[in-house]
T-cell receptor
């Protein structure tokens, strides 16, 4: 079973920041937090990952709480093309063979 | 396009028939993964290879399912005696050996069993 809890759906206005929460209270010390998204009828797309520190790349920012029990993915200026299902995953991709996806959060960006 | 390629993109078959899907990973990637996704659910892990070695198989991979990666490059996933419950999207992903957890997924092969 997935080790994360996410809201099933969220709405965001175009141009505003989208903040997607994720709870992972049972995360182990060597496990990373990964975020993927899946646009309708496409394969999942990697967004970002982190261990302890906050991370930022060209797509998004990842904020991980100090106790590592939750995190937030931030899309700073959401566009209609960001409408997708966003998956928060906890795992150790370096040594374990696979990532376990949950049901994710369906983000709808509205004009 | 140098991404992960899957073929066919769509397959409709009758119950009881065998089907085979092919995945061509990104050329320098050692690891190859198969996932299955049904409507409204996240992808479910099936199996993964490092080069030609199949290192892990999910309990979802029943004896009707077999995956191969004979030369450590492309992979095939065969489903024998298909059942209606096999209808799903079959996703392939690859990653480099020094895997940081970033998987590169293909567009998937959608199977419909009538």
């Amino acid at each position: 079973d997935a080790k994360t809890t996410q809201p099933p759906s969220m709405d965001c206005a175009e141009g505003r920041a989208a903040n997607l929460p994720c709870n992972h209270s049972t995360i182990s010390g060597n496990e990373y937090v990964y975020w993927y998204r899946q646009i309708h009828s496409q394969g999942p797309q990697y967004i970002i990952h982190g261990l302890k520190n906050n991370e930022t790349n060209e797509m998004a920012s990842l904020i991980i709480t100090e106790d590592r029990k939750s995190s937030t993915l931030i899309l700073p200026h959401a566009t209609l093309r960001d409408t997708a299902v966003y998956y928060c995953i906890v795992g150790n991709g370096g040594s374990q063979g696979n990532l376990i996806f949950g049901k994710g959060t369906k983000l709808s960006v509205k004009p | 396009d140098t991404g992960v390629s899957q073929d066919p993109r769509h397959k409709i078959t009758k119950r009881g028939q065998n089907v085979t899907f092919r995945c061509d990973p990104i050329s320098e990637h050692n690891r190859l993964y198969w996932y299955r996704q049904t409507l409204g659910q996240g992808p479910e892990f099936l199996t993964y290879f490092q080069n030609e070695a199949q290192l892990e198989k999910s309990r979802l991979l029943s004896d009707r399912f077999s995956a191969e990666r004979p030369k450590g490059s492309f992979s095939t996933l065969e489903i024998q005696r298909t059942e209606q419950g096999d209808s799903a999207m079959y996703l392939c992903a690859s990653s480099p050996h020094a895997n940081t957890g970033e998987l590169f997924f293909g567009e998937g092969s959608r199977l419909t069993v009538l």
